[in-house]
């Protein structure tokens, strides 16, 4: 058994944007990004949005072809495989709980597909005996079975989610934003539910959140992402309190603390401007138009992920200057 | 001039569906003083939006508001025709929504929009009005103001968007700025702009804002009193150190809890309220919150509780608080 259960190594995702046959244009969601999940743990991939947190999710578990690099699972390499015995062990959970279930399939069949689909119920019974434990599992009962998702609330539709993607009993699951358009107290239900379920099935996940709050408290590790790139990564204590970058910085110093006087001692670093389009992101390093400290090299060469202490990662080329 | 801006007594707003009526706002008391940032706290469909409408009168037809009253500036907003609401509306309290994509009109340029609502209220010509539009584009941070004003709202990023919508909102420099969850749409980076702006803003016009979230990180950064909604009811209301520090209310403080904090340097686990809001559609008996409460009273789901003053300014609407009150007798345990 490897303890790297999925790798990633130079990954490039590119979609195509118009622009003439000759000369195409592409949006770089994803370029040139190398990581790795080891067994049991969670990594959380933080960013705003169109930064390629959520494209580099469908990358891995092959939703989109990558355009170059690989994806290792489990030390095979599976980025040309038949991916049909995969899907067993690699899951995902969508955003959107409204929009990832079908309205015309009851939630039974809806968790039953993939069950159907693998072959998992040599009989029928033992496929509703399944269905209703895993609708246990995360909370729903067996009432719930012969239902629609529209006589369900947000955070009761993504428990469905979570035991469709628990339905065949996976060893990875991307968490895509599943809790982003949950109401704040439903999302704490939401987030001890995956907690959970980690612990009772020694569940792998790559979780992808825009709020860095969530992400700290789910996640060993931590990938800032910037532009399609990794612009840190480190340890959730350490890039919460030790980060280095200045992306990072003024990110975390952006978020709104729920505490008045901690938010009152805080000095905010605003950035100005908005991301730059990926169709034409700068050259050099990306984030270099927003950033205080940018100087001369960084509009030529494009800064590489650096170890700065144990297991931290940075990409910027004036690691000395940021304060 | 009298130090309250905004007072809304006691006021029952109710959609009438083909389903049945949907009590949207349930006795709702909130005053405010000039000057002050209110924040309205609360999940989707405890009635924040719809407060902030009422005082708009934009609760148009199924809604209807039942009882209460409004008390603007010393004036009932309540019993206003529509041409003085008309009036009202823009020109002196104004609105920032939630979504800047769908509140702009994508067919119109961004000077046609500013202007609209300069020469509605102040009787400029267009030549003027478009000066002023300048002006406040430079205001609200917007640079290349000239290119700016002859673009359409698609050609704008969302941050972009939303200033410009705050720009409308000041148009006539209001004496209240209502904000509808304003950086809900936006990104960590870019909402930090926004706030800041609005702050800012306050301080160079001089007005008071009301500040609708569901984020307890922005009521705490930017707010100074707290009014915290669940079903249609206030259930607390305090000053910010109050509501964050001395919580009293059950509600109040799960949500508090059910947060995770970036700041902790251990890992703890989330204290999570169970069970889903209220479907208001047939609320219960008592306390709305009732159901989902952890110390929740035999009186708790046949009554709903009086409010409770913890100090000056800070009170609640909870039968725990009272419960001293019943153990000296002072009020009959029915």
Redesign the interface.
């Known amino acids: 058994m490897n303890k790297r259960l999925v790798e990633v190594q130079n990954l490039k995702e590119y979609f195509h944007a118009g622009g003439s046959p000759f000369k195409p244009k592409y949006i770089k969601a994803v370029d040139d990004v190398s990581l790795h999940i080891d067994r049991g743990e969670t990594l959380g991939l933080v960013g705003e949005s169109g930064c390629g947190k959520t494209t580099i999710g469908r990358t891995i578990i092959r939703l989109y072809e990558p355009t170059s690099g690989k994806i290792i699972y489990d030390g095979v390499d599976i980025t040309k495989v038949n991916m049909f015995p995969y899907r067993r062990k690699m899951q995902i959970v969508f955003q959107d709980p409204y929009a990832s279930l079908d309205p015309r399939m009851t939630v039974g069949d809806i968790v039953g597909e993939a069950i159907d689909i693998h072959k998992l119920a040599p009989t029928k019974r033992d496929r509703g005996d399944k269905i209703i434990s895993l609708l246990e599992r995360v909370g729903l009962n067996c009432e719930h079975a012969n239902r629609y998702p529209h006589e369900f609330s947000g955070g009761q539709r993504q428990r469905i989610g979570i035991a469709r993607a628990l339905a065949v009993d996976p060893e990875f699951i991307v968490c895509d934003e599943p809790i982003s358009a949950l109401d704040v107290s439903i999302q704490a239900q939401v987030i001890n539910m995956f907690e959970s379920l980690q612990e009772e099935m020694g569940l792998t996940y790559l979780f992808i959140a825009h709020e860095l709050s969530v992400v700290k408290h789910i996640s060993n590790r931590i990938g800032v992402m910037y532009l399609g790139k990794i612009v840190e990564l480190a340890n959730n204590y350490e890039l919460i309190f030790h980060c280095v970058h200045p992306y990072t910085k003024s990110l975390i110093s952006a978020i709104p603390v729920a505490d008045p006087i901690q938010s009152r001692k805080n000095k905010r670093i605003i950035l100005d401007g908005d991301v730059p389009s990926p169709l034409n992101p700068p050259s050099g390093c990306r984030f270099r138009t927003r950033c205080r400290y940018a100087t001369e090299i960084c509009s030529q060469q494009e800064p590489e992920l650096k170890e700065v202490s144990a297991g931290h990662f940075a990409a910027c080329h004036n690691l000395d200057k940021v304060q | 001039m009298s130090e309250i801006l905004l007072d809304i007594k006691n006021i029952r707003l109710s959609f009438f569906t083909a389903a049945g009526e949907v009590k949207a706002l349930n006795d709702v008391s909130i005053a405010m003083n000039r000057g002050d940032v209110l924040g309205i706290v609360g999940?989707?469909g405890s009635g924040k939006s719809v407060t902030a409408y009422s005082i708009m009168g934009l609760t148009a037809h199924p809604g209807k508001l039942i009882a209460g009253s409004i008390e603007f500036n010393g004036e009932m907003i309540n019993e206003m025709s529509e041409k003085e609401m008309r009036n009202l509306r823009g020109n002196e309290v104004s609105m920032v929504f939630q979504d800047p994509m769908t509140s702009l009109n994508p067919v119109y340029t961004v000077s046609n929009q500013i202007c609209e609502s300069i020469m509605l209220h102040t009787g400029k010509n267009k030549k003027d009005a478009q000066k002023r539009a300048l002006e406040l584009l430079d205001l609200v941070g917007i640079n290349e103001p000239q290119k700016r004003m002859k673009q359409y709202p698609h050609e704008l990023?969302g941050?972009?968007r939303q200033r410009v919508m705050i720009a409308i909102a000041l148009a006539c420099e209001p004496k209240l700025l209502i904000a509808d969850e304003p950086t809900t749409a936006l990104?960590?980076?870019?909402?930090?702009?926004i706030?800041?702006l609005m702050m800012e803003l306050k301080e160079k016009i001089g007005m008071s804002i009301i500040m609708i979230t569901?984020?307890?990180?922005?009521v705490?950064?930017?707010c100074s009193k707290i009014a915290v909604m669940y079903a249609g009811k206030v259930v607390e209301y305090g000053s910010?150190?109050e509501i964050?520090?001395n919580p009293m209310h059950e509600y109040t403080k799960?949500?508090?809890n059910?947060?995770?904090?970036?700041?902790e340097?251990e890992?703890t686990?989330?204290?999570?309220?169970?069970g889903?809001?209220v479907d208001l559609l047939n609320a219960p008996e008592g306390c709305p919150f009732a159901p989902r409460c952890d110390s929740c009273m035999k009186i708790c789901l046949r009554k709903m509780p009086e409010y409770t003053a913890v100090k000056d300014d800070h009170y609640s609407a909870c039968w725990l608080l009272q419960r001293e009150e019943f153990a000296q007798g002072g009020k009959s345990n029915e």
Not at chain 2, 187 to 193: H, S
Not at chain 2, 258 to 263: D, G, N, Q, T
Not at chain 2, 269 to 274: F, H, Q, R, S, Y
């Open positions: 999940e989707s990023s941050g972009m990104d960590v980076t870019i909402q930090a702009q706030l800041e569901h984020d307890l990180g922005i705490a950064n930017m910010v150190d964050f520090y799960g949500l508090l059910s947060i995770p904090k970036l700041y340097k890992r686990k989330l204290i999570a309220i169970e889903t809001p």
